[in-house]
């Protein structure tokens, strides 16, 4: 899985999952700082990235937009704020239970994999 972190990520997510072997990119790191929503979505899906983020309201709807019109995106990734070493163990325990599949047109709920092991 190849990660698009958006603006409200901290940097540090991005160099801790790089340590670890995830291929993560900001949008510090791409020039895309104050882009849209909508042009953040686009660009991941250009770059064949799952973007992560907290803006969980504004990308759920976008998803189900870009649905209806059958657009389609990389993956989208949502969670609530919470500390950089849960949202590490989350994101490997997400990538470690999907191995091997894709993330077209999906939105996954970070949360869901909270009840990961320390890795």
């Not at 020039?31 to 979505?41: K, M, S, V, W």
């Not at 803006?55 to 969670?79: C, M, N, T, Y």
Request: net charge positive; charged share 25%.
């Amino acid at each position: 899985m190849k990660l698009y972190l958006v603006e409200h990520l901290t940097p540090i997510l991005a160099k801790m999952l790089r340590e670890r072997g995830i291929d993560c990119l900001t949008t510090q790191e791409a020039g895309n700082i104050g882009l849209p929503d909508e042009a953040q979505l686009t660009y991941a899906r250009s770059h064949r990235r799952v973007l992560m983020t907290f803006d969980r309201k504004d990308f759920l709807s976008l998803a189900k937009q870009w649905a209806e019109l059958g657009q389609p995106h990389a993956g989208i990734v949502l969670s609530r704020q919470c500390s950089v070493s849960d949202l590490i163990r989350q994101v490997l325990h997400l990538i470690a239970k999907h191995k091997g599949q894709g993330f077209d047109n999906q939105v996954l709920w970070l949360q869901n994999y909270k009840d990961a092991p320390i890795p």
